[in-house]
Each structure stands twice: as C-alpha cells, then as structure tokens.
C-alpha cells in the first residue's frame, strides 16, 4: 500500500541553524512527490516538487529510491519558515495525493 | 473567486445529525478533492471528482458518506447521522490539470470547514 512517514511530530531549531525535514514513501512505482506547507493562519499550499528540481525559499528536496527518502532540506533556517509541512505521494492512476502526517518546524530567534 | 472556498468554516451539530459541507472551486479547475484531517493526523483522501468521469469515492469511510459535484462547479460533502468521531477539519482542493495532480502536483485548498460533533 502506498504510504507517506513523516516521523517527526515537531522540529525545533534556532534561526540559522540547517534543517532536515524527513520523509520516507512505499511505492511500488515511480513516485511523484511533493512538500505542502502551511504557514499559520494561511492554506495548504504546494512548496516544491521532485520532478521540478527546484529550490523554493531555500529549501530543496531530493529522492532518495533507494532509500524511498524525499527529505526536505534547508541550509539556513528563518524564522518565517515556522509552519506545518507535508509530505505527498501521487498514488497510483495519477488521482489522488497521498499525505503524511506532518511536521510542525519551529525556528526560534 | 480568488480561490476556494468553503462554507460553513466552523460547524457544531448533535451526535445524529447530518450536515452538509460546500465547496466552491477555483473556475476553470475540473478536478475537485475532499479530504479529512482529524486533530493531530494528516490528511486524509476521502473523494476525488473530475470532469464528468464517475467520482473516485474509495477514501469514503463508510456509507454515511456522500458527496455531489455538480458539472465542474460547487460540491456538497454530506454527513448523515454524524458521530463524535468525525469531528475534523474538512479540506476541499481543486486542481487545474484534467488528469488530476500528474502534471503539476498543485492543488489548491480551502481553508477548510472544521466540524465539532458533541
């Protein structure tokens, strides 16, 4: 079956310090995933993609298959990165996005 | 509108009561999501609507479930004789690309209709 682990409830960290927000995926295919991001008092919305290759606010996120990894990741971390962030997996037929749990990140000054 | 939106955003109803969610997507979006999130826990597929093809209800957990869409515009998620247990933030989304996130992996939420049965 597929399945998103997020196993972090909470990560906390001081500003600038680097960030690693874990994701691991089954999947018996090719996976498509993707990082949501709530900010407080805001939607869900899409952060970044695997497939794009992009950094977006400094983030970046890499597959890992071997690991069925997709950790998301951040050199710096600010204080406007505090927020709810999922992990999603496209499931199979392409319909639906599969969603951890989440992580709550708090960056403190 | 500017984006999608959902009515009521807070709802608190008796134990047996049934309820009605709305959601309107973003115009021009033929794919329309419903998921659940309960306290605590991630988001949870419940309904998936695109276009006129029939709606993929596998997420619906049980047959107290019901969801319309009506063409490519508002859709209804019914709860009949609720349970404590569906208590939960009740999340619409809409996607752009016919074939549903393939493409893009962008949907576009609600803010959702939290929903308190006491």
């Known amino acids: 079956a597929q399945r998103v682990t997020q196993p972090e409830k909470l990560l906390s960290v001081f500003k600038g310090a680097p960030v690693e927000l874990k994701c691991n995926y089954s999947?018996?295919?090719?996976?498509?995933l993707f990082w949501y991001v709530q900010y407080s008092r805001q939607r869900l919305q899409l952060l970044l993609r695997?497939?794009s290759r992009e950094s977006i606010k400094g983030f970046t996120a890499d597959l890992n298959k071997g690991e069925t990894s997709f950790h998301l990741k951040k050199p710096f971390a600010q204080e406007e990165d505090s927020a709810m962030y999922y992990c999603?997996?496209?499931?199979?037929?392409?319909?639906?996005?599969?969603f951890g749990a989440g992580t709550r990140l708090a960056v403190h000054p | 509108g500017a984006g999608v939106s959902q009515s009521p955003s807070n709802k608190v109803t008796e134990k047996g009561k049934d309820v009605e969610l709305r959601c309107d997507p973003i115009s021009g979006h033929t794919a329309l999501y419903w998921y659940r999130q309960r306290l605590g826990q991630g988001l949870e597929f419940l309904i998936y609507f695109q276009g006129n093809s029939a709606p993929d209800k596998s997420g619906l957990p049980s047959d107290r479930f019901s969801a319309e869409r009506t063409g490519e515009s508002v859709s209804t998620l019914t709860i009949q004789r609720t349970q404590q247990e569906d208590s939960a933030v009740y999340l619409c989304?809409?996607?752009?690309?016919?074939?549903?996130?393939?493409?893009?992996?962008?949907?576009?939420f609600g803010e959702g209709s939290r929903l308190t049965v006491l």
């Open positions: 695997h497939i």
């Open positions: 989304a809409s996607s752009l690309s016919w074939t549903g996130v393939a493409n893009t992996g962008e949907l576009f």
């Open positions: 999947y018996s295919g090719s996976p498509e």
């Open positions: 999603a997996l496209v499931s199979g037929g392409y319909n639906k996005l599969i």
